[in-house]
């Protein structure tokens, strides 16, 4: 069943007669199509991809044939009123994640007469959740871009070259190979900038100790996300413990990851096996992971705070990035994206090394 047919089910059981999605990625889940400034409606009948002329020839083109595409000369959402009353709907869910209250006052104003309610976003990020295997290859090919962008970086990388350099080179190499954009803004932190797990990179040479790289690619809509920590200059015996620790919990969480596994017991696994030494505990400071889809962060959470009774099932694509921060000194983080297949199988999509390399 395509996505539009899955969300039409949804909408029929929650007793909805249309949905107004507004948001892109939501749009671009049921269409197939990447647009702005449009909206899509879906009823129990037909269903619309209402857009303006920048977009028509595309639309037509790449956009599901289970819509019909529409460039109204009025206003879009007067082309949705119209389009209600011809399919004799009433009750028309919008997407309370993602409307802002101004917009809604409008929907309510325009589409008088109608009962226009949230529940679209929870139905979709529902929906969104879990992934058939045409998408969960999409984020394979979108995890291969991003580990040949790292094997790139180890035979690029040189101490005297800027965080700003690192990260810039991360997002050309994916875009030049595959990607259609970074999946989200590249994180290339050195030295004191590296205990900031999301720092900013900055126009200053690399400083010694750890250089934390956090990057992914969109392909086809759909995000991978990585991270790989590398040692500029030597190693000394504190940095190796501490990236030895960081390593040893991800492996454990990797490790127990199996149809059913806790969100909030995986994350326990790997914060005990950091919080065991005192000079670490409490410095793992986020949750162990995410999922990850055309959103970089989407449901499940993977972590301390997930819902009693998450667990990983099938269709989940989640990360596992365990990391130690020492404020002032510096930090490591090594994460991986990984899935439960449709069979019930755990498929782990990042293929690059964790050895720790040092950058000489
Ligand atoms: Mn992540």
Redesign the pocket.
């Given at each position: 069943m395509s996505h539009l047919q899955n969300f039409k089910l949804e909408l029929e059981k929650a007793g909805f007669d249309a949905a107004i999605i507004s948001e892109k990625i939501n749009q671009r889940y049921l269409s197939d199509f990447d647009f702005d400034d449009g909206l899509v409606l879906v009823t129990g009948g037909q269903s619309y991809l209402i857009t303006d002329f920048r977009y028509i020839e595309a639309a037509h083109a790449q956009a599901t044939k289970e819509m019909e595409v529409l460039m109204p000369k009025g206003g879009q959402l007067l082309c949705i009123a119209g389009l209600l009353a011809d399919n004799g709907c009433k009750r028309v869910a919008v997407e309370e994640s993602g409307l802002s209250i101004a917009n809604f006052a409008r929907y309510q104003k325009v589409l008088e007469g109608y009962t226009v309610e949230g529940g679209a976003s929870a139905m979709l990020d529902g929906l969104r959740l879990v992934k058939d295997e045409k998408e969960l290859a999409t984020i394979a090919r979108a995890q291969e871009i991003t580990d040949a962008a790292y094997a790139h970086m180890l035979k690029w990388l040189r101490p005297d070259v800027t965080e700003i350099e690192v990260a810039l080179e991360i997002e050309f190499f994916m875009r030049n190979n595959g990607a259609e954009a970074a999946a989200f803004d590249t994180v290339a932190v050195s030295g004191t900038n590296s205990s900031r797990p999301h720092g900013v990179p900055r126009r200053c040479k690399l400083e010694k100790g750890f250089l934390t790289m956090?990057f992914?690619a969109r392909v086809d809509g759909y995000c991978s996300?990585?991270?790989r920590t590398v040692v500029i200059g030597k190693a000394d015996a504190e940095i190796k413990h501490l990236y030895d620790t960081v390593l040893t919990a991800q492996l454990a969480a990797l490790d127990a990851l199996c149809e059913g596994a806790s969100y909030r017991e995986l994350d326990k696994i790997a914060r005990d096996i950091i919080d065991a030494y005192p000079q670490y505990k409490g410095a793992f400071g986020h949750s162990l992971?995410?999922g990850?889809g055309m959103l970089?962060?989407e449901d499940p959470r993977v972590s301390f705070a997930a819902k009693e009774g998450s667990v990983l099932s099938r269709g989940h694509v989640i990360?596992v990035?365990p990391g130690i921060y020492l404020e002032g000194k510096y930090g490591c983080r090594i994460?991986d994206?990984v899935c439960l297949d449709t069979a019930g199988k755990v498929r782990n999509f990042t293929k690059s090394t964790k050895e720790m390399i040092e950058i000489l």
């Open positions: 956090d992914g996300d990585m991270t992971g995410h990850v970089i962060h990360t990035e994460e994206m």
